[in-house]
């Protein structure tokens, strides 16, 4: 999802930059972050040139790459927040927004 964008678009450490160009100049950029609500479920990718996406949340366990979204905090990046079971979590500090990742499964 894009949460800013313009080429004065400044993004938070936890956000993927993204910039369109055309020869050499600047077009767009754009700050992305997860498009997911609570229970959505998504692929970790172990490549840093493969994006990480959504996946289809199983009762499998062991598959430690695909993680479930336990919470989506748009009013704080406080990861202490974040419900016991919590595996990784993204706090964007510079939005105030916080998700929590726990196993799928």
Do not use: H, M, W
């Amino acid at each position: 999802k894009v949460v800013a964008a313009g080429n004065d678009a400044v993004c938070d450490s936890k956000e993927i930059e993204y910039t369109e160009t055309s020869g050499s100049d600047t077009k767009t950029k754009l700050c992305l972050t997860y498009n997911v609500v609570e229970g959505d479920c998504i692929t970790l990718s172990t490549q840093s040139s493969t994006p990480d996406s959504k996946a289809v949340c199983s009762t499998k366990t062991g598959d430690e790459n695909t993680v479930k979204v336990l919470l989506v905090d748009g009013a704080s990046a406080d990861d202490s927040k974040c419900p016991d079971g919590t595996v990784y979590a993204v706090a964007a500090t510079s939005r105030n927004t916080l998700i929590c990742f726990g196993a799928n499964g």
